[in-house]
C-alpha cells in the first residue's frame, strides 16, 4: 500500500485532535490546528501539514522546519509514527543560528535519529553517528521520544528506555561520510527542528512539547 493511501486510512480511524497525555507542565508547540511557531526552511509548501490534530510530514527536498525562537535547558516531548516501516525523520537540537539550508543543522547542530533499520550509530534514538544506543527498545503504532537538555548533557528516552546520554566533550567516532555531521561542540541555547528526509518517507507527528528545566 503507498504511503498516502495508507495515512489516510490511519487518519480515518483516529478521533479528531487524538492526541496522547502529557503533563500540564508542559507547553503545547503544536497545536493540531496550523504551523504556528513554526517556519519552514527550505521545504516545498505542501511538505508539512496538519489534518485531524496531526503534523504530517511528507514530500522534498530533504529539510527542515524550525522552532520560532531558541531554547535552553528544557525537556522536548515528542510522540511520533512511520508510515512504512524503516521511515527516515530525525529531530534537531543544540541549532545555533537560524538555519537557511538543509546541512546546516546537521553540522552545527545535533540529530536525534528516527530511523529504525541503521547499525548502533544510526538508529532511532542516537545523536546520528555520534552515540552508541543504549538500548534498543520496540517500536510502536505511536513512539513516545523526549531529549533533555541541561547545559552540556544530552539525554533521549525512547518509548520510557534511555538511548542515548551525552555530554559534551565525550568521545565520538570520526566522521566518515559526508552525510554524517561535523565534530565539535555544540552550545547549550539552540533552536530545535523536525527533518523531512524524502517523499518515501512519510511520518505523523503529535503532542509535541516542551518543558523548560530552569
Not at 11 to 24: C, K, M
Not at 64 to 74: D, G, H, I, L
Not at 152 to 163: A, D, P, S
Not at 164 to 176: A, I, L, Q, R, W
Request: aromatic content about 8%; glycine content about 8%; proline content about 7%.
Amino acid at each position: 500500500m503507498k504511503p498516502i493511501a495508507a495515512l489516510a486510512i490511519v487518519v480515518a480511524l483516529l478521533p479528531v485532535g487524538a492526541t496522547g497525555q502529557v503533563s500540564a507542565q508542559f507547553v503545547d508547540l503544536f497545536n493540531g490546528k496550523d504551523l504556528s511557531g513554526w517556519v519552514n526552511v527550505n521545504t516545498a509548501p505542501d511538505t508539512w501539514k496538519v489534518q485531524d490534530g496531526l503534523l504530517i510530514c511528507s514530500g522534498h527536498p530533504i529539510g527542515v522546519m524550525r522552532s520560532a525562537k531558541q531554547y535552553e535547558n528544557f525537556i522536548l516531548h515528542i510522540e511520533w509514527m512511520h508510515m512504512e516501516p524503516g521511515g527516515n525523520s530525525g529531530v534537531f537540537v543544540r541549532i545555533p543560528t537560524e538555519p537557511t539550508e538543509p546541512w546546516m543543522p546537521v553540522n552545527k547542530g545535533y540529530e536525534v535519529q528516527i530511523d529504525p533499520s541503521e547499525d548502533d550509530y544510526h538508529r532511532t534514538g542516537v545523536l546520528y553517528s555520534l552515540t552508541k544506543a543504549l538500548a534498543k527498545p520496540e517500536l510502536k503504532e505511536w513512539n513516545t521520544m523526549e531529549i533533555t537538555l541541561t547545559d552540556n548533557r544530552t539525554v533521549v528516552t525512547l518509548n520510557g528506555e534511555k538511548i542515548t546520554d551525552y555530554k559534551e566533550g565525550d568521545p565520538v567516532p570520526e566522521k566518515k561520510k559526508s552525510s554524517e555531521p561535523d565534530r565539535g561542540q555544540r552550545p547549550a541555547a539552540g533552536y530545535f527542528g523536525l527533518q523531512n528526509h524524502n517523499d518515501k518517507d512519510v511520518v505523523l507527528f503529535r503532542d509535541i512539547s516542551v518543558k523548560k528545566l530552569k
